[in-house]
């Protein structure tokens, strides 16, 4: 008998982990209003930073890459956390979390313990999109906020400015991501900025022969070498779409085939000889529907990554710390919980 429901046990806990689903009514009981307050906070923060967009969509997929889409990358350093923030993509590089918690603050006012810091993030990412014309899509929710970070993980996962496209598939690949996603998602450069640092070797000794990037267009590095000299200024900033800089449009892809991609990693989707994802580049470079289409599509299946749900990790009350950080006795209480939970979403 004993065996038997063992072995019950085991298939309804199966159902239940492959059945954990996000939903876009989740909230439609508990805080209806969710979408216009992320909505609100960040037409008005953009209002002096008209990047912030931008950076907030990244803070998602910089998540998402990182054990799932479930907050991780917002916790910061303490006893028991050693935070993402601190990463080779993160540090001194991503923005926005101040922004992060100022929509935490409005939604604690109008429905308290209720909204997930993943599933802001995620809704963030949606809202900036469409408020530089970009495509609306239906966010799936009911993700939940983790207990843990994993800087190691963090330095494996992202992908680096000066990836080739082998290494771009591979990063995507782990995600489940395929070849369209890898080039849909990286539409997102077409908005936001990226500091000198990130692409100043592609300006003047690209491997060492002494010449700059083949791939960069000659009049594009002209321009850059201005804006970021040889050996200073690597935090000078420049617009990743050098065509429409605060615009979500498709110009990120005919900008690939003008050799005027900022990144070494944006402009490898076109430049590396026989690759399938130049076709996906003259796709979308000629179809803006296509791209847009293509781009909803990937970002929900980003949002899918390896959530938590049900009773899994918790609904952070502050997107910086787990729940009772200030020790580490109640630390060890929260994931003795968290364990509790996955047996109990049964
Ligand atoms: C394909 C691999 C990718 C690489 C190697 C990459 C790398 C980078 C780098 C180096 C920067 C500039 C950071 C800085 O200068 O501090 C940047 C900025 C940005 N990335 Fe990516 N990225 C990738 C994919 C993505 C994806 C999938 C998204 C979102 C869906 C995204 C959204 C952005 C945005 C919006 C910015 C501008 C942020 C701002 O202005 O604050 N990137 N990325
Ligand atoms: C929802 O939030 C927006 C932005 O804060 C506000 O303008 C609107 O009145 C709210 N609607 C409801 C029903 O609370
Ligand atoms: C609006 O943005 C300003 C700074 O840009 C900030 O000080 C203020 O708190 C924000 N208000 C709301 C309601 O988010
Ligand atoms: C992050 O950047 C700061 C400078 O702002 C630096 O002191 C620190 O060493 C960096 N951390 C890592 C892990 O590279
Ligand atoms: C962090 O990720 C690394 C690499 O996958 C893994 O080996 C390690 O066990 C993880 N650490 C924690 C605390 O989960
Ligand atoms: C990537 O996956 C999507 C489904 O998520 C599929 O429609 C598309 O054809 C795939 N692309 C490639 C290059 O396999
Ligand atoms: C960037 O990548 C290129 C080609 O893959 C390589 O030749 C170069 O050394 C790399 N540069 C840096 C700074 O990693
Ligand atoms: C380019 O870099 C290589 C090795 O990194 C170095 O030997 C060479 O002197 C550099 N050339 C110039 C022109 O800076
Ligand atoms: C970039 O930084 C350098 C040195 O820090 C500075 O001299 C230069 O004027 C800056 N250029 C731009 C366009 O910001
Ligand atoms: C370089 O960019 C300019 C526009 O910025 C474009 O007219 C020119 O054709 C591009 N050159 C190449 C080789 O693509
Ligand atoms: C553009 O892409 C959309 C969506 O994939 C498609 O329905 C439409 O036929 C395409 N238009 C052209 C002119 O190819
Ligand atoms: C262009 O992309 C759209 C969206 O991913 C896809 O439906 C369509 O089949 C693609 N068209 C071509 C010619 O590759
Ligand atoms: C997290 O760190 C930021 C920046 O250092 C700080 O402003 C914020 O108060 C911290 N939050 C918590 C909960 O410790």
Same mark, same amino acid.
């Given at each position: 008998?004993?065996?038997? !429901?063992?072995?019950?046990?085991?298939?309804?806990?199966? %159902?239940?982990?492959?059945?954990?689903?996000?939903?876009?009514?989740?909230?439609?009981? *508990?805080?209806?209003?969710?979408?216009? %307050?992320?909505?609100?906070?960040?037409?008005?923060?953009?209002?002096?930073?008209?990047?912030?967009?931008?950076?907030?969509?990244?803070?998602?997929?910089?998540?998402?890459?990182?054990?799932?889409?479930?907050?991780?990358?917002?916790?910061?350093?303490?006893?028991?956390?050693?935070?993402?923030?601190?990463?080779?993509?993160?540090?001194?590089?991503?923005?926005?979390?101040?922004?992060?918690?100022?929509?935490?603050?409005?939604?604690?006012?109008?429905?308290?313990?209720?909204?997930?810091?993943?599933?802001?993030?995620?809704?963030?990412?949606?809202?900036?999109?469409?408020?530089?014309?970009?495509?609306? !899509?239906?966010?799936?929710?009911?993700?939940?906020?983790?207990?843990?970070?994993?800087?190691?993980?963090?330095?494996?996962?992202?992908?680096?400015?000066?990836?080739?496209?082998?290494?771009?598939?591979?990063?995507?690949?782990?995600?489940?991501?395929?070849?369209?996603?890898?080039?849909?998602?990286? =539409?997102?450069?077409?908005? =936001?900025?990226?500091?000198?640092?990130?692409?100043?070797?592609?300006?003047?000794?690209?491997?060492?022969?002494?010449?700059?990037?083949?791939?960069?267009? *000659?009049?594009?590095?002209?321009?850059?070498?201005?804006?970021?000299?040889?050996?200073?200024?690597?935090?000078?900033?420049?617009?990743?779409?050098?065509?429409?800089?605060?615009?979500?449009?498709?110009?990120?892809?005919?900008?690939?085939?003008?050799?005027?991609?900022?990144?070494?990693?944006?402009?490898?989707?076109?430049?590396?000889?026989?690759?399938?994802?130049?076709?996906?580049?003259?796709?979308?470079?000629?179809?803006?529907?296509?791209?847009?289409?293509?781009?909803?599509?990937?970002?929900?299946?980003?949002?899918?990554?390896?959530?938590?749900? =049900?009773?899994?990790?918790?609904?952070?009350?502050?997107?910086?710390?787990?729940?009772?950080?200030?020790?580490?006795?109640?630390?060890?209480?929260?994931?003795?919980?968290?364990?509790?939970?996955?047996?109990?979403?049964?």
């Amino acid at each position: 008998m004993g065996a038997v !429901w063992g072995t019950i046990f085991v298939v309804l806990a199966a %159902i239940s982990v492959t059945h954990a689903q996000l939903s876009p009514t989740f909230y439609d009981e *508990t805080c209806p209003n969710v979408t216009d %307050i992320v909505s609100g906070v960040i037409q008005n923060a953009s209002q002096s930073d008209p990047r912030i967009g931008a950076s907030l969509i990244r803070l998602h997929f910089h998540d998402c890459f990182v054990q799932g889409c479930d907050a991780s990358l917002l916790l910061n350093d303490s006893a028991t956390i050693v935070s993402e923030q601190q990463a080779l993509g993160n540090n001194n590089s991503i923005r926005g979390l101040d922004v992060v918690n100022n929509i935490k603050s409005a939604l604690e006012s109008s429905c308290p313990n209720t909204v997930s810091c993943a599933d802001i993030l995620a809704i963030a990412a949606q809202s900036s999109v469409v408020l530089a014309g970009g495509p609306s !899509w239906t966010v799936q929710l009911g993700r939940r906020d983790s207990l843990t970070a994993n800087l190691t993980l963090a330095n494996l996962n992202l992908p680096g400015p000066n990836s080739t496209l082998e290494t771009l598939k591979d990063r995507f690949s782990v995600q489940g991501l395929n070849a369209t996603d890898l080039v849909a998602l990286s =539409g997102a450069h077409t908005f =936001g900025r990226a500091q000198c640092s990130t692409f100043v070797n592609r300006l003047y000794n690209f491997s060492g022969d002494g010449n700059p990037d083949s791939t960069l267009n *000659t009049t594009y590095l002209a321009t850059l070498r201005q804006i970021c000299p040889q050996n200073a200024g690597g935090t000078n900033l420049t617009n990743l779409d050098l065509t429409t800089a605060d615009t979500f449009d498709k110009n990120y892809y005919s900008n690939l085939q003008l050799q005027n991609g900022l990144l070494f990693s944006d402009q490898v989707l076109f430049s590396t000889s026989g690759a399938d994802t130049i076709a996906i580049v003259n796709n979308f470079s000629s179809n803006q529907t296509a791209f847009f289409e293509a781009f909803a599509a990937s970002m929900i299946k980003m949002g899918n990554i390896n959530p938590l749900t =049900g009773t899994q990790g918790e609904i952070r009350t502050q997107c910086n710390a787990v729940n009772g950080a200030s020790g580490l006795i109640m630390g060890g209480v929260a994931s003795a919980k968290s364990q509790d939970a996955s047996v109990s979403s049964i």
